[in-house]
């Protein structure tokens, strides 16, 4: 045999030691056990986020880090609002945030609005140069027609006005009122037309009041409704909260988030046509954690009690099964403590590693314990079984756990932590699981079947009737089939090769969530609504100066909707706003509007009529187009409703008009004098900002912080190349969460390409030093290269696609599968040299039994909501179970192949010395057993 001589010898020691001293071993065991559980609830912690999952050092998390200690918590918990209307949504956002502070739920700050107030009489400086331009030729150009109204406010006086300003606004048979509605764009008939649309509307019915002064007095929004946190269609309002985490929990912001969550339950029968939801980096983080944390637990109790029962099928019995789970317990006892120890936390990576252990940690035992039992059955005493396990099963079983947990350990030369973490701890849990089943298993075996501890040899069944009795003829009949075995196998690989055309990649982070978690579907709802996400880049400047330059610069980039930051608060060119509200101050100032007069009917007849005629002259001078049929049509409209007004009861037109009357005063006293309050503005410097927002964006070292939201879709790969790649190009020191995603990404991609190379190269070095034959080598390889290339072909018939959930489970398949192909090889090579059937009993209902566990230890992972955790699952039972198909289908056809062929090879030698006289070489395969 070509496995290393010295490694089953030592074996051999180690299982006779453990068996010398049975109940020392287990109660050591069972201590260390018990230790490592206390331990790992005293010290063991959890890491939440993805920044703690990177590679130390990196200048983006320095920067990421100091700017939270500086500015404090940067990604804010999310509330978002969607009602009919923005005046719902507003009110509900009152209501939401009163009831948050009465009932005290752990929120450090909570808003969902700038109040105006504190930036009374200054709102002219956060107009536009240019708005301020036309408000000032407004009140120029319409001067005399602003001060009339106002030293008479009536429906009247507001028609005569506009017949005298028509009686001027003759350039070039253009007219140009200058009247629009909400900012002047070419519609000059838009004041009147809306006008005279209400008047004839209110002699019929109560309609709703529209504003014809915002462009006139365009100085800020209504008080009431100022300020707040709305999306650019105002279809969704957001509250911004933050937290108060509590440390050491593996959701550090659970009780925060559920408290949100049970206050907009509460709310939901008061508020029946509002939808509420939470999202943020704290919730898609908490979401994750809490469904990945479940789904693991579920898992792993799942796929325990499924790897159990195979076991007991297998075996056809209870006890010793039993005892070999419970001690696969004990291993991953030592393994919470080994990560406890060395690690010091888990993560949403590496807090899987039980469920992919208990799959292949079990295999050492099911292979040691089958040989075991079949070397009882050949007639070995206890002792003489469990040392020629160890001597000849032993060192296939120790390189089978090398190699599995070496396919772990490569992950640890890449460049992401997580992915390191998840190597570091389940190489060593498999390590550790060889190690008991090595030691405590066999101690174990010592206490339990005491009863074949001097039993004499049983000699009376002869050898060939034993081995024969031992043979597995369900998988010895498929060899007899070979030409049929690889034509399926042939088939089977021409389909994956045709499938690899179809096999695609989802870099999306939020696709790997379980589906419909709240965070998630407001996250893309947002997205979808105001095509922004949640999270922002962020950059400092150490200037105001530098601080627009950079602003001016993020916002010309295609990727960027918006910058926050203390400009928001602090408008720019102050001196030439402050020279131009000075410009029309003088004339707006001093005007002071009268009291309300009744509708004088008569009065405003004799107005529009005057009003018409001068519309219908504008109409004979405009040029033929658009404006020359909305004059005809407004001149038609106002002689259909003076006519309406002389035949209705002067009585009812009065009370109709009389309403509308007293809203277009009331509208304009409130327009005009807010544009008077803010004649006189002081200049806005740091000292007005509010202590909140100047927290948030400005720290006490001098730093001002820019947070730059994107337009495209950053959990998209090329939407988060393309934004981080043009931030960059502004300043390459910028920083956030899309900038350390798009970073964990492809640290993520390149540590799986890497940890994929490492494992095959790995696999390959281990199999070649243990086997040395070339031919073999490759025949043991067989079974995780079609596997392979199966998994990943069959996955488009799946609909199955790689994500940065399952792509990592490629070296795990590795590791996981490496084992059937050695284990089948080398007991085949065994039977060689020795004698017996083509592979042996045992090694096939080992391997069949061992792959199954792993199969249902994977297949676990296929009862998890998250849907990361489900596809690393399907990935890896597809790819354990074509490995396992593989090894016990298409290799042993192979290996009889390979033995026919030695075989003929020989006969032709032995024929040929025949015929010259010699004497024929002893027949191989006629030994016997140690």
């Given at each position: ?578 020279k131009l509200i000075r410009d029309f101050a003088p004339i707006a100032a001093p005007v002071r509007i009268a009291r309300p007069q009744s509708v004088d ?330």
């Amino acid at each position: 045999m070509n496995v290393v001589p010295k490694t089953g010898r030592l074996l051999r020691r180690l299982v006779r030691v453990s068996c010398d001293w049975p109940v020392l071993t287990l109660v050591l065991g069972v201590a260390l056990a018990a230790a490592s559980v206390w331990y790992a609830f005293a010290q063991l912690s959890f890491a939440t986020s993805t920044a703690d999952l990177l590679p130390r050092g990196q200048a983006y998390m320095q920067r990421f880090h100091e700017y939270e200690r500086l500015f404090g918590e940067i990604d804010d918990l999310i509330i978002v609002v969607e009602a009919p209307s923005p005046a719902e949504a507003k009110v509900y956002a009152g209501r939401l945030v009163r009831e948050l502070r009465q009932r005290a739920v752990p929120l450090k700050h909570l808003n969902y609005r700038i109040d105006p107030k504190q930036f009374e009489g200054q709102a002219l400086l956060y107009l536009s140069k240019h708005k301020l331009a036309e408000i000032r030729d407004r009140i120029f150009d319409y001067q005399e027609f602003m001060e009339s109204f106002a030293a008479r406010p009536t429906l009247d006086q507001l028609v005569d006005g506009l017949a005298t300003q028509i009686a001027g606004a003759f350039v070039t048979g253009f007219l140009d009122l200058g009247l629009d509605d909400n900012k002047k764009t070419g519609n000059d008939l838009k004041f009147i037309e809306d006008l005279i649309a209400q008047l004839s509307a209110r002699l019929d019915r109560p309609v709703p009041y529209r504003s014809p002064w915002g462009a006139f007095f365009s100085v800020a929004g209504d008080d009431s409704d100022a300020g707040y946190f709305l999306s650019d269609d105002e279809k969704l309002l957001f509250i911004l909260a933050v937290p108060r985490s509590q440390s050491g929990s593996f959701t550090a912001d659970r009780e925060a988030i559920d408290g949100v969550r049970g206050v907009i339950r509460l709310l939901r029968p008061e508020f029946p046509d509002i939808l509420v939801g939470v999202t943020g980096k704290a919730a898609l983080s908490n979401d994750e954690m809490v469904s990945a944390f479940h789904d693991s637990e579920w898992a792993s109790i799942l796929s325990f009690a499924l790897t159990m029962g195979l076991i007991f099928w297998g075996f056809r019995r209870i006890g010793k099964p039993t005892v070999m789970c419970a001690l696969l317990v004990v291993s991953l006892c030592w393994a919470v403590g080994f990560t406890t120890l060395a690690i010091g936390h888990l993560s949403l990576f590496s807090v899987m590693f039980i469920s992919i252990v208990i799959g292949i940690g079990i295999d050492y035992g099911i292979y040691f314990l089958f040989r075991y039992e079949e070397e009882l059955f050949l007639g070995r005493t206890l002792r003489e079984a469990l040392e020629v396990t160890a001597l000849r099963s032993g060192p296939p079983i120790l390189v089978g756990a090398i190699t599995a947990a070496g396919t772990f350990y490569v992950l640890a030369l890449t460049d992401f932590r997580g992915v390191q973490e998840l190597g570091i701890i389940s190489g060593t849990a498999i390590m550790l699981s060889w190690l008991t089943m090595m030691t405590m298993l066999p101690a174990a075996l010592v206490l339990i079947d005491r009863r074949h501890t001097d039993r004499p040899p049983q000699a009376a069944v002869p050898r060939s009737v034993a081995l024969e009795r031992i043979r597995v003829p369900l998988f010895e009949r498929l060899t007899d089939f070979p030409r049929t075995v690889l034509a399926v196998a042939a088939v089977l690989t021409v389909l994956s090769i045709w499938g690899l055309r179809g096999v695609s990649f989802d870099y999306n982070l939020l696709n790997l969530q379980a589906k419909g978690t709240e965070s998630v579907v407001w996250e893309k709802r947002i997205l979808a609504t105001s095509g922004r996400s949640g999270f922002a880049g962020l950059a400092t400047a150490t200037s105001l100066d530098e601080l627009r330059r950079k602003q001016a610069a993020f916002k010309r980039l295609s990727t960027v909707s918006e910058v926050d930051s203390l400009l928001m608060l602090i408008p720019e060119d102050q001196e030439e706003k402050h020279k131009l509200i000075r410009d029309f101050a003088p004339i707006a100032a001093p005007v002071r509007i009268a009291r309300p007069q009744s509708v004088d009917l008569p009065r405003l007849l004799a107005g529009l009529d005057v009003l018409k005629r001068r519309l219908d002259i504008a109409e004979n001078e405009a040029p033929a187009g658009e404006a020359k049929q909305r004059l005809d049509k407004v001149t038609d409209d106002i002689g259909r409703l003076v006519r309406k007004m002389r035949q209705s009861d002067p009585d009812a037109v009065e009370n109709a008009l009389t309403a509308l009357q007293q809203q277009l005063y009331r509208d304009f006293v409130r327009s005009f004098q807010r544009l008077q309050a803010n004649l006189a503005p002081k200049r806005v410097g740091l000292d007005q900002v509010p202590q909140e927002l100047r927290d948030r964006y400005y720290s006490d070292t001098g730093l001002f912080l820019l947070q730059i939201h994107p337009s495209v879709n950053i959990w998209d790969r090329e939407g988060a190349r393309k934004f981080v790649t043009e931030l960059r190009s502004v300043d390459p020191e910028v920083t956030g969460t899309p900038i350390i995603t798009y970073e964990a990404i492809r640290l993520m991609e390149r540590s799986y390409q890497q940890g994929t190379v490492y494992a095959i190269v790995l696999v390959t070095a281990v199999f070649a030093l243990t086997i040395r034959r070339a031919r073999e080598t490759l025949l043991a390889l067989l079974p995780l290269g079609l596997g392979t290339l199966w998994t990943v072909g069959l996955m488009y018939f799946f609909n199955l696609k790689f994500t940065l959930g399952n792509v990592f489970g490629l070296p795990l398949i590795l590791g996981a599968a490496c084992e059937y192909g050695m284990n089948v090889v080398v007991r085949y090579m065994e039977n060689r040299d020795h004698g017996g059937p083509l592979i042996g009993r045992s090694t096939i209902m080992a391997v069949l039994i061992s792959g199954l566990t792993t199969v249902v230890g994977f297949g676990g992972l296929m009862m998890a909501n998250h849907r990361g955790i489900f596809g690393l699952g399907l990935f890896l039972t597809l790819g354990s179970t074509m490995s396992l198909i593989a090894a016990l289908v298409v290799l042993p056809v192979l290996l009889r192949m390979v033995q026919q062929m030695r075989d003929a090879r020989r006969a032709r030698r032995e024929a040929d010395a025949a015929a010259h006289g010699s004497v024929s070489e002893p027949a191989q395969g006629v030994g016997h057993r140690d």
